[in-house]
């Protein structure tokens, strides 16, 4: 399963545009690219994913360059309701590996 | 999107007896689900793989006598605590796959278990 590194926490204020990386050097061909967002007390939320270029769903966008080396989460103008933890797995037909995740905090 | 549910949200016992947490898959039907198990401030770690009409398999270190697995249905997973201690108090989680995509699983709400 590759590993996935992510920035601990992040910061920002309602209405910007957040951008989270994830790095997953030893991707696999075969391997898609996932993110899930937690609220506290409650279990992860399917929010996109992809396996190259650019994925657009309702709620959010994912960057793979043409590597897949890394990835990145755009959420257009996040809000105060955005502030969860936000996890980045990659894998293929398997079980699930969650790293630490990125704990976004949204400030009025 | 796919819907799982999990009962009960939260439950509360006394340390050596048993507390069974059911995970349904509520509009569509899942051979494979999964179990796991948060502490605070922790990231999820996955217990066991349950199939349906065949033996769950178990991570390493995640005891399968003592985290009973039964996958009854195409749409409920259960698992059980079996004599319960205070260091088995977390946050239990299931998911179940969307069909065959390992990678696209959606997530019951959690079971919060105390154990006094």
């Known amino acids: 399963l590759a590993k996935t590194t992510q920035p601990i926490s992040m910061d920002s204020y309602e209405g910007q545009e957040v951008n989270i990386t994830c790095s997953h050097n030893n991707i696999a061909t075969n391997d898609y690219i996932t993110w899930y967002q937690q609220f506290p007390s409650q279990g992860p939320r399917f929010i996109i994913q992809?396996?190259?270029t650019k994925v657009t769903n309702e709620v959010a966008s994912l960057f793979i360059p043409a590597d897949r080396k890394s990835s990145t989460l755009s959420l257009p103008r996040v809000s105060l309701s955005d502030t969860a933890v936000y996890y980045c797995l990659v894998g293929g037909n398997s079980t699930l590996t969650f790293g630490k995740g990125t704990m976004l905090l949204v400030s009025p | 999107g796919a819907v799982v549910s999990q009962h009960p949200s939260r439950v509360i016992c006394k340390s050596g007896t048993s507390v069974k947490i059911e995970c349904r898959s509520l509009d569509f039907q899942a051979t494979t689900m999964f179990w796991y198990r948060q502490f605070p401030k922790q990231s999820l770690m996955l217990m066991a793989t349950s199939n349906e009409g065949s033996k769950a398999t178990y991570e390493q270190g995640v005891e399968k006598d003592k985290f009973l697995i039964n996958h009854a249905s195409l749409t409920l997973s259960t698992l059980t605590v079996t004599s319960a201690h205070p260091e088995d108090s977390s946050f239990y989680i299931c998911?179940?796959?969307?069909?065959?995509?390992?990678?696209?699983?959606?997530f019951g709400p959690g079971t919060r278990l105390t154990v006094t």
């Open positions: 992809g396996y190259k």
């Open positions: 998911s179940a796959p969307w069909g065959d995509r390992a990678y696209e699983q959606y």
